[in-house]
């Protein structure tokens, strides 16, 4: 049996315009972490159960980046509001084989490359 993903990190070179830029767009809390500078932690509003996360600063050069999927109601429209937060469309919206539903990615303002799935 797999094992579920249980977290996901964030780690940019300007760490709190992403930070804004994942609250703004996907409606998540971020709060600050008061034991590590500029780290935050990720609630997706998700419950108890759901994947939680980190958005923090980058420590070395070419340590930015993450790829994940973000489940989402319309991806047309979180494309758009991606795109007027300062992201990018890097893949346009198709359907997955076997009525999976229909996924796209986004580019944050980073250039990471960020899934959603409908």
Known sequence: ???????????SDDHRRAQRFYGDLFAWTIDEDPTMEGYAMVDTGAGED????GIGPSQAPGDTGVKFYVRVD???????RATQLGGARLAEPMDL????????????????PVGLWA
């Not at 759901?50 to 996360?53: E, I, L, N, Q």
Request: charged share 20%.
């Open 50 to 53: 759901a994947v939680t996360g």
């Open 97 to 112: 084989p076997g009525d999976y539903g229909r996924i796209a990615v986004l580019a944050d303002p980073d250039g990471n």
């Open 1 to 11: 049996m797999g094992r579920p993903v249980a977290f996901f990190e964030v780690v």
């Open 74 to 80: 319309d991806l047309e429209a979180t494309l758009a």
